[in-house]
């Protein structure tokens, strides 16, 4: 399983992200969102990862998003990169297993540039949509205690 | 819509050999910011902060110079966590 935890409200979950095509990688906090379609790289985390000054067209491992990405804000056309997304895994005692829990796949991009607003306060932080939540056999809100388990399939 | 596949141990292995270290940072890092959050609130609020090894290593309101701070430090993103720290509790409906 996979642990994760709450900041005040938000359900979140620490991984950590490889971008093998752009030699970049580095640790993510992701909001949990069940309701979100697709997962995505916030525009914080999109500078801070040090993706945002690879993120062109003229780059052969970025593409634009077939589709924009829309959310209450309004809508973005993100840009689109490989990712290995890697999580760590926990056995039933909620003891370290010595191997992650792993995940690769395309992921949408957004930038500050593309915000509409230059207050962070207000970007969408990078989240985890149902392309990675279908994958897991239940997803258990431990409201009380505070803890959110991901339990993985067999 | 793009779908992620799992991948195996072995894999993950030749993708990130030292990943299990960096998960632990990781947590770490996300563990700190969870319990000093209040404190972070008080200290740093509309800034963003960077965190690595249990402490505060680096703030400000502009992303890329801290970014750019980091770098100086020889701390990469696989160091560090950065998180912005909001001034008023937000209400979102995502």
Known sequence: MLLGGFDGTR????GFAVFPNLNSSGQVIFLVDTGADISLIGPGDSVALGLEPQL??????VQQAPTPVTGIGGSVQPYVIQVYLFFPARGPAGNLLPDPYCRVGTIDVLTPAMMRTPDPQLWPMSCLGWDVLQHME????????????FHLPA | MSTFRLLSAKKCQSICPDVANQLEK????ARFLKTH?????QKYASQWVAIADGRVVGHGPDLAA????????GLTPADTLTHF???TQQVFVL
């Open chain 2, 37 to 41: 959050h209040k404190e972070l609130v």
């Open chain 1, 56 to 61: 062109n067209l003229a780059n052969p491992h």
């Open chain 2, 66 to 73: 801290l970014a750019g701070e980091l770098s100086r430090q």
């Open chain 1, 138 to 149: 239940s997803i258990d809100f431990r409201l009380g205690q505070g803890q959110i388990l």
């Open chain 2, 85 to 87: 720290i909001s001034k």
């Open chain 1, 11 to 14: 359900p979140l979950l620490p």
């Open chain 2, 26 to 29: 990781a947590t770490a890092n």
